[in-house]
DNA sequence: CTTGACTCTGACGTTACGTCATACTCGACG
DNA sequence: CGTCGAGTATGACGTAACGTCAGAGTCAAG
């Protein structure tokens, strides 16, 4: 006699009531995630009830949480939900960023195909330009630990393509710089500013975080095995000498730190 | 005797200079997206023309561009890049829409969770909220044609969250003052001005465009068919004697019109 | 009791590869 | 020349979240 118990849905009906389609009921009834009640025939019935759990399921969902999580997510609910929404959010952001730089690269190549009337190829360069700024911190991810990565995709949200212009403009004239200051004494005041400005540079990047500094002195140590395309990328910062007297100049400068 | 005739790479050098992998190309070989020479052994030769047609193919991937289409855009490519790019565009486009939504949705819930102390499943309700706002305009879709479909979907970058706030709420005010005025005679003054403001609302979502208006139309029509929960959203609009009231007054209104 | 509308359970298709497993091949080293 | 480690080839299964039949049983109205 309880007036509560509603008459209880069947898939077709139930499915309208939350706007899925009847096969993505079955799909979560297989998966033990939403296992409504069956009758003699084994028709599902779903109670109100069940609709609130579908709902549930259904915002995960929304939100890009794969169905393996959700159900572990709903088994024991209250506790993990708050991170879980945090860290989703962090992936949701992550994916905007790189949409946006999807959007931006096609804008060029339209630009470049419209007005230049440059060839299919030409426009297809813009794109890869941006794919490999991208796609550089993604094969290097492995030479950092959890924790550093975790710090670099919180900083990334600051990288803004003009940042990344302007800080590419400064390593290459840094570079130069030393280039063409090799004769200068390590500890002479001109090697100690160019110094000065390389450690700006990695701090820039770092944040001053060790863990991070700690993945790029892995990164770099391994650079014989870097993707050939990062290698040629990266040949204008290939000469030695440079790479050899900064090593010097930088242990000056932790002596002259040292004491001051 | 070809100087320009470098060695060919095999496939996991050839991989590495295009910062894929070696599974990749197996996998566009027998796609027939990139197929290499072979050697006596079956080995793939991949030579330096290789590289750019795979570049292409990487660059349109990283678009989101499915590889049958870039398959057959790669054949006859000439023609056809410019429109694919600016398609794709616009589903980058209505994708980064989709995130933000849900980036949003989340910071809501989220906030929801840690200021006010509320349950796990009032944070989600806020995120079912803003799914069913955006699939509304998913189910919606068959009634439209294709040209109204692009039209919709023009219009739609100029939706913010604010502007959906504040028509719905002209709506349901304007809903309210006709139910308050069914007394009114049609071709009163008072009735004339509801007549007036119901229109601009339909022509904000219209743009004027007929193809649209034709669309909406069907869907009204067919109002018996919604989901459920779509009907339950439209409940505060469902009052009958509204809509014929209004109907009336709309044909008032072309008399009106058309004998200034 | 008949029908038309629904429902059930498989099972294969989709996308862009990852990940084995098994069998060859290449090139350097001794 | 033989061999061994590194690289390669093919085939087949796995992934995520269902869509789409196919074949068979069920419900409810007339």
Redesign the pocket.
């Known amino acids: 006699m309880d007036e509560s118990q509603h008459k209880p849905y069947?898939?077709?009906?139930f499915a309208k009531l939350a706007g899925v389609?009847?096969?993505?009921?079955?799909?979560y009834?297989r998966l033990g995630l939403l296992k409504p009640r069956r009758?003699?025939?084994?028709?599902?019935l779903y109670a109100a009830r069940d609709l609130e759990r579908l709902e549930h399921i259904v915002a995960l969902?929304f939100l890009g949480v794969?169905?393996?999580q959700i159900k572990t997510l709903m088994a024991r609910e209250r506790i993990e939900l708050p991170d879980a929404l945090t860290r989703q959010r962090r992936v949701l952001e992550e994916k905007r960023r790189l949409l946006d730089n999807a959007i931006a690269a096609v804008r060029d190549a339209e630009t470049a195909l419209r007005s230049g009337q440059r060839s299919d190829a030409a426009a297809l360069k813009k794109i890869i330009e941006v794919i490999e700024m991208q796609s550089d911190t993604e094969w290097a991810k492995k030479y950092y630990s959890e924790e550093a990565r975790a710090t670099i995709d919180e900083r990334k949200r600051l990288w803004s393509p003009e940042l990344q212009e302007r800080v590419s403009k400064e390593w290459s004239d840094l570079f130069r710089d030393v280039e063409a200051a090799l004769d200068e004494h390590p500890a002479s005041e001109k090697a100690q500013a160019l110094a000065e400005r390389w450690t700006k540079l990695v701090e820039g990047f770092t944040g001053g975080d060790p863990e991070v500094a700690k993945g790029l002195n892995n990164l770099y140590k391994d650079r014989a095995n870097w993707p050939t395309h990062v290698q040629q990328q990266m040949q204008p910062y290939s000469n030695q000498k440079v790479w050899a007297y900064m090593s010097q100049v930088m242990a000056e400068r932790k002596r002259n730190r040292s004491e001051p």
């Open positions: 069947r898939a077709r009906d389609t009847v096969r993505t009921l079955h799909h009834d009758n003699g025939a084994g028709y599902r969902k794969p169905l393996k």
